[in-house]
DNA sequence: TCCTTGAATCTACGATGTAGGTAATCGACG
DNA sequence: CGTCGATTACCTACATCGTAGATTCAAGGA
């Protein structure tokens, strides 16, 4: 009598795991990921914690599957387009998506997802690598590494840029000029300071320049 | 009566936050990040749980200590190196340090620092960069694109080697060859087989060509 | 001697992931 | 139209977690 039992009754708001994933990256856009939890996860549905089970196999695989919503975002690249142009946007589409869900990038750049949405992007830079006339194993070589630079590059973008609008504070400057290195106090505005933009741009240069002249 | 209370008697086997810290990044080791807890960590100690936190501030901040831990094992540069011979040796010495602890590796590479443990690589860095001519900016800019390197890199490394020996499995090895992306099938062979040996000199050496020629 | 201080313990609370069992509805088939 | 398996939602329960709060004892300064 508590509350409604069975299953929905026709085509009432019933559950699915489409409808998880995109509350569950709500859920984190808002709260952050350590804030996720079954159980609220479904007060936020309007259902029992144990109903999400139907449609997901557990905490780990929603959190996959939310990463998969996120990598499914990245827009495929213009099919005529040169390398460099090719590589170059995959580069700033990755980046583009994660930084439209801050909170939820480090479920993609942390785990590794073996899934086709997964392989999708994979596919689009090695096709034009190996049509570059590139060797299989140095095409691969080359797409780690890039996809290295990524990550590294957006494990520090997002996890500073949105809950802290302070990322150069005159606290942490303060500290690091006074901390008795002279490299690190001589060149302390910048690194108390991240132009994030420049930054990726200057890095993906290179990596470019010797990838994709 | 069920046990002792109060202070330890004199020079007994007390508590102390290098012991926990010692402890907590074996229990890493053995079991893994995930299983880490204030009451399996207290258990492996013979302490009650509670007496952790005379020592550390809480969970985060012992987790925090122990990524200094690993921080601390990268040995400084030789002082009389050129530019590229002291930035290879530290990147190979940031890697070593973590592939020494692959399980725990994620806690540095995770979370950014700000300690003074890890500001001495850093300064180890931009010291040699600075003083080859470059303007501070760019040496930030270089210093920053070679870290994420790093971290991409070894986010890949370490949650793939230690565990599963099989990491060219021949399951995963028909996954990529059936799944219908051409260049995917074209080079699956080097998909899945990871060389990291190789991989990260290739990246590390055209960053290094661009920054250090 | 007493008194402050700090370390170790005990108790307790709310929260979490999820195994196991029950009830209600739908689609298909006789 | 009646029946039945499958699917879905719910409920209960358990072990485990991080840690606030109060308590107890030994060491060292007065």
């Known amino acids: 009598m508590t509350g409604r039992r069975g299953r929905p009754p026709k085509e009432a ?3 699915s795991r489409e409808r ?3 509350e569950a990256l709500a859920l984190v856009d808002e709260e952050g990921l350590e804030a996720v939890s079954m159980r609220k996860l479904a007060r936020r549905l309007g259902v029992d914690p144990m109903s999400l089970y139907n449609h997901v196999d557990g ?16 827009p495929a690249p213009v099919p005529g387009g040169g390398l460099r142009e090719t590589m170059s946007g995959l580069a700033h589409g990755f980046r583009d998506a994660m930084l439209g869900h801050p909170r939820a990038a480090p479920l993609v750049l942390t785990r ?10 994979v596919e689009a830079v090695l096709g034009p690598l190996l049509a570059a006339g590139y060797p299989p194993e140095r095409a691969v070589h080359g797409l780690r590494a890039v996809l290295a ?26 500290e690091l000029t ?16 991240c132009d994030h933009e420049a930054e990726f ?10 990838l994709a002249p």
Request: net charge negative.
């Open 59 to 74: 905490k780990d695989a929603l959190l996959d599957g939310v990463a998969e919503v996120l990598l499914a975002a990245i």
């Open 112 to 121: 590794q997802l073996a899934s086709m949405t997964a392989l999708a992007p």
């Open 149 to 174: 630079f990524l990550i590294g590059t957006l494990m520090r973008e997002v996890d500073a840029a949105p809950t802290f609008s302070a990322t150069a504070s005159p606290g942490r400057l303060a």
């Open 20 to 22: 998880i994933l995109r």
């Open 13 to 15: 708001g019933g559950l």
């Open 201 to 210: 741009e200057f890095g993906l240069g290179i990596l470019l320049d010797a």
């Open 178 to 193: 006074g901390s008795g290195l002279p490299a690190v106090s001589a060149a302390a505005p910048y690194l108390a300071v």
